[in-house]
C-alpha cells in the first residue's frame, strides 16, 4: 500500500502571519514536520499557497506543490496537491503544519489503521487524563470524540460529550474516559475526493468542524488511540512554550 504525506502550510494566518516560517533551533518550522513526516513516509510534500514557503522547503530538500490561495480547510488543500502529483497512492495522509514536534509513533499509528481493506478515513483521539479539570474538558478549542465499539467516530463537538447525568462536572473525567480529537487524518485517495465535493451539513456549520460533514454524509471515520501529547502552534506564546518545553525534555 502507498502512502502520501501531504502537509498544507499557508502563510496568511490571522493569529501568526508566516508560521510556517517561524525559527525553531535554526530550521523553519515547516521544516521539523517534513523531516519527521518522511521518517514514516516515503513520499512527502508541502502543499502551500506562497512562494516564501515554497522557497523556504525547496532551500532545505524539500518537495512542493503549489496550491490556490481560496481553500477553507487543509482537506481541500491535500487534495488539490494530491491531483497535482504525477503517480497515484491508496492513502493520502494530511499532517498538521504547526505540530513542529509531533511524534513518529503517532504517524505510525495512523498508517496502521489501513491494515483493513475496509478503513476509509482514520484520526487519533488521546484520553484526557483522569484528573482533567472541568475548565480542560470543557474548552471549545479542544474538540471532543464519542468513539463506538469498533473504534470508529459517532460524533466530534466543542462541547462536553457524552454529558454525565448525576456527576458533578468537576468529577466527569475520573468517572469517564473522555477523548479529545488530535487533528491528523488519513484518508483512501477516492474517499478524499468525494469528501471535497460535499456540501457543508448542519453538524459542520454548527460546531464549526469539517469532519462531522463526512459523519453527515455516512462515511465512517477508524480512531486511533494515542497517548503521546502533542503541542501546535497557534500563536507566538505557543511557540515560546514549545520551546522552552522542548527544552527542558532535552
Known amino acids: 500500500m ?7 502550510a499557508r502563510y496568511a494566518s490571522t493569529r501568526f502571519p508566516g508560521k510556517p516560517l517561524a525559527d525553531i533551533f535554526g530550521k523553519p518550522m515547516i521544516q521539523h514536520v517534513y523531516e519527521r513526516a518522511a521518517k514514516v513516509f516515503e513520499t ?5 499557497d506562497d512562494e516564501r514557503i515554497a522557497q523556504a522547503v525547496t532551500h532545505f530538500g524539500g518537495r512542493t506543490v503549489m496550491t490556490a490561495t481560496t481553500h477553507r480547510t487543509g482537506t481541500d488543500r491535500c ?4 491531483t ?27 498508517k496502521n489503521c489501513f491494515v483493513a481493506n475496509d478503513v476509509q478515513i482514520a484520526t487519533l483521539v488521546k ?35 457524552p454529558y454525565m447525568r448525576g456527576v458533578q462536572p468537576d468529577q466527569w473525567a475520573s468517572a469517564h474516559t473522555f477523548y479529545k480529537h488530535i487533528g491528523i487524518y488519513a484518508y483512501r485517495a477516492d474517499v ?5 465535493h460535499l456540501p457543508q451539513g448542519v453538524l459542520e456549520q454548527c460546531e464549526s468542524l469539517e469532519q462531522l460533514r463526512w459523519l453527515e454524509n455516512g462515511l465512517r471515520i477508524k480512531v486511533a488511540v494515542t497517548t503521546a501529547e502533542n503541542h501546535s502552534v ?4 505557543d511557540l ?4 522552552q518545553l522542548h527544552k527542558q525534555i532535552h
Open 2 to 8: 502507498k502512502f502520501v504525506g501531504i502537509i498544507p
Open 127 to 161: 484520553p484526557f487524563a483522569p484528573d482533567a479539570t472541568w475548565h480542560d474538558l470543557q474548552n471549545p478549542n479542544t474538540p471532543k470524540v464519542l468513539v463506538g465499539a469498533q473504534s470508529e467516530a459517532i460524533y466530534f463537538s466543542r462541547s462536553v460529550v
Open 240 to 243: 515560546q512554550k514549545i520551546l
Open 44 to 48: 512527502v510534500v508541502v502543499a502551500t
Open 234 to 237: 497557534d500563536t507566538p506564546d
Open 84 to 110: 497535482k502529483l504525477a503517480e497515484t497512492f491508496d492513502v493520502v495522509v494530511n499532517i498538521q503544519g504547526d505540530e513542529p514536534f509531533i511524534a513518529i509513533e503517532q504517524m505510525e499509528l495512523l
Open 192 to 196: 478524499l475526493e468525494r469528501i471535497t
Open 79 to 82: 487534495y488539490e496537491a494530491y
